[in-house]
């Protein structure tokens, strides 16, 4: 069984405005962008920081300090959630999980259609997806099973936590 880990994200998003903790201080510190957007998600990635908004994936490499598009590949722009999983980013836009293996620069799409995918989580290679079920895969994104739920067909996840 694979061991799961809480992993810290250390930034913060009120009112569609980034910040991020200022290096050495327990001070939150707003970031130049990305701007004019909801921004619905994060995810790290070694020294990247990255968010999911309603205009797209955007990258940061300097603690928020400057912020970068990686749209190319993204027909819907419409993100909901990011997650990694190894090195391997994912992006759940409506009904469509795209990944990406060069740090947004470019995406593809999963081959499975969803219903609803409201939420992601990653860690090593295996990858959840939420929505109108739990969705699993264990190899990147590549196949996609549904993992047995109590819960009634009708019941749409919103998000996932991961303990332990």
Known sequence: MTSLRIKLLTAAAVFSTLFV???GS????QTNGPCG???NGFASASSKLFVA???GVFMSSDTGATWSARNEGLDNRTMLSL???GTTLFAAADSTIFISTNDGSTWKSADRKFLYVSALYGSDSTVYAVGDSLYRSNNF???WTVVPSPLPWHVYFLKIGICG
């Open 83 to 85: 997650c990694v999983a």
């Open 141 to 143: 994104g590549a196949t």
């Open 53 to 55: 908004t309603a205009g």
């Open 21 to 23: 903790p200022s290096s």
């Open 37 to 39: 957007t909801t921004v």
């Open 26 to 29: 327990a001070q939150w510190v």
